[in-house]
């Protein structure tokens, strides 16, 4: 059997959140914003590297007097396992995976997780992991978190699946529809005892049961 392929966490925050207030980036849990909890989560889970895909309100910086990210201010230099990268805030969803998928390597698996979706956890990265055969590439190219007869997030994209997302159009393109089109062969859902796989979390702290499969 050939060895998995390496993990990058992909980390999608770069809308304006209009429904949600503001930049969902800049929304808080337990007292941190939301999209470093996620990406914290994200290395915790197995991920070699994070890419944050961020609005660029919410982008870190390297001076003292960080306004977006006070929490995290004069706290030096990111981790080496963190790239963060500004969105496009007025584009489609999927131009944000694009410009993330851009940053990650060709050979590496994707651990897909939208900012507004539960907090990941290391035994759902791990089922999905074992869901995910590196040798049968031909046939299962997408592994999704299910919680009795919904699926939801963190997505596990084979390489194969993300060179196909880098060439789609992403005016035309919707991730959920492009999963659901795939043959049953080439998705797998994985079984899973986590009720974050479903949560939403569009406001400061909260977290509400949704169709995390769907766009947002």
């Known amino acids: 059997m050939n060895p998995p392929p390496p993990m990058i966490g992909l980390l999608l925050a770069g809308g304006h959140g209009r429904r949600a207030g503001g930049p ?15 990406a914290d989560a994200l290395h915790r889970a197995g991920c070699v590297r994070v890419v944050a895909v961020l609005h660029p309100s919410a982008m870190p910086s390297d001076g003292p007097d960080d306004e977006a990210d006070p929490d995290e201010a004069g706290a030096g230099a990111e981790p080496r396992w ?22 990650i390597e060709s050979a590496a698996a994707v651990l897909l997780q939208p900012v507004d979706a539960g907090r990941v956890l290391p035994a759902t990265v791990a089922a999905l992991r074992r ?3 590196p040798d049968a590439a031909a046939r299962v190219c997408v592994v999704r978190p299910k919680l009795g007869a919904r699926t939801g997030h963190p997505l596990l994209l084979h390489p194969s699946a993300c060179a196909r997302l880098r060439e789609a159009d992403p005016a035309a393109t919707r991730l959920d529809h492009w999963i659901a089109a795939l043959h049953v062969e080439r998705r797998r859902d994985v079984d899973v005892d986590d009720p974050e796989v479903l949560a939403n979390y569009n406001r400061d702290g909260t977290g509400a049961g ?7």
């Open 210 to 216: 949704g169709n995390a499969g769907a766009a947002r």
């Open 82 to 103: 963190l790239r963060c990268v500004a969105a496009d805030p007025d584009g489609p969803m999927f131009a944000s995976l694009q410009l993330g998928l851009q940053q």
């Open 24 to 38: 969902k980036a800049l929304k808080r849990l337990d007292g941190r914003l939301l999209w470093r909890v996620h």
């Open 131 to 133: 869901g995910f055969d």
